[in-house]
C-alpha cells in the first residue's frame, strides 16, 4: 500500500493511532441531482481513521489495529452499501459513509477502558476524491 498523507486533526491527546485499509463495495444515489451515480456502481474505497487518547489498554494499545479492520472491512467490504440499516434514512453518499464509519468506532471506543477519541475519518471513493469527516463538539466529548 502507498503510503498516504491526510489532513491531520488538531489535539492534546498524548497517543494518536492512524489506521489505513480498503474495502470494496457498490452503491447507487437514487436521485436525479446524482447524474451517472445514480446507477449501481463499485469503489475500492480508501480508508484512514485518526485515534487519540492519553489513557494505553492493558495490552498497551490504545486499540488493536485489527478491532478497527473487524469493525469496518467485515461490516462493508463487498456489500451494496444501499442494502446497510444505517443507509435506509439517507443515501450512501462518501459523506455519509464517512459519518457512519464515525459513528460505529466511537461506539465501539465507548465500551472500552481507555476511552480513547475518534477524531477523524476520512474515506477516499477514488484516486482523486476524499471526504474528511470529523466530529462537532458535541460529539466529540
Known amino acids: ?3 498516504q498523507f491526510y489532513p491531520s486533526v ?3 491527546f498524548r497517543f494518536e493511532l492512524n489506521k ?9 444515489i437514487p436521485a436525479e441531482q446524482a ?3 445514480a446507477r449501481m456502481h463499485g469503489h475500492t474505497y480508501t480508508l484512514n481513521i485518526t485515534i487519540g487518547g492519553n489513557e494505553l489498554n492493558a495490552t498497551g494499545f490504545l486499540i488493536d489495529f485489527k ?6 472491512h467485515r461490516r462493508y467490504d463487498h456489500t451494496v452499501l ?3 440499516a444505517e443507509f435506509t434514512e439517507t443515501f450512501p453518499t462518501t459523506e ?8 460505529m468506532t466511537q461506539k465501539m471506543l465507548d465500551g472500552t477502558d481507555n476511552q480513547p477519541r475518534c477524531l477523524q475519518v476520512i474515506v477516499r471513493e477514488t484516486p482523486t476524491s ?9 460529539e466529540s466529548l
Do not use: T, W
Open 20 to 28: 489505513d485499509m480498503h474495502f470494496s463495495a457498490a452503491h447507487y
Open 1 to 3: 500500500m502507498m503510503q
Open 82 to 84: 444501499n442494502d446497510h
Open 10 to 12: 488538531a489535539h492534546a
Open 67 to 72: 478491532e478497527l479492520k473487524n469493525l469496518i
Open 130 to 138: 476524499y471526504v474528511v469527516y470529523r466530529p462537532s463538539k458535541e
Open 35 to 37: 447524474g451517472q451515480c
Open 96 to 103: 455519509q459513509l464517512a459519518e457512519q464509519i464515525f459513528l
